[in-house]
């Protein structure tokens, strides 16, 4: 059964981090593009993060570029967000989300077929 779970959110004061985790079935993992997106209040859903899990190839936003990373560890099936300098405009719902081949993870019009429920990342000023 595809599944995603996450953990990790939480709340923290700017300038500080986070580490979302995630961790997939194994047949969901295997050759997947496997990301994180977020979405704040009032705003659309933007894609963070993501990489290729047979490649460990990733790719990050520009827009948290520098601060955020995103790895990975196979054997567990799990994949991290890595979150350093949190600013409080990074307050958002981030969940994590799998699905697609490599080539596919080249794009950023990437569209996962599956989703985690969400993991609440509060940064205060």
């Known amino acids: 059964r595809a599944q995603l779970v996450e953990s990790g959110g939480g709340s923290v004061q700017a300038g500080g981090s986070l580490r979302l985790s995630c961790v997939a079935s194994?047949?969901?993992?295997?050759?997947?593009?496997m990301g994180w997106f977020r979405q704040a209040p009032g705003k659309e859903r933007e894609w963070v993060a993501r990489l290729f899990t047979q490649y460990g190839e990733t790719f990050v936003s520009d827009s948290v570029k520098g601060r955020f990373s995103i790895s990975q560890d196979y054997p567990k099936n799990t994949v991290y967000l890595e979150m350093n300098n949190l600013k409080p405009e990074d307050t958002a719902l981030y969940t994590c989300?799998?699905?697609?081949?490599?080539?596919?993870?080249?794009?950023?019009?990437?569209?996962?077929?599956?989703w985690g429920r969400g993991s609440q990342v509060t940064v205060s000023s």
């Open positions: 989300a799998a699905g697609g081949g490599r080539s596919e993870c080249y794009l950023d019009s990437w569209r996962p077929n599956y």
């Open positions: 194994r047949d969901m993992f295997l050759r997947s593009c």
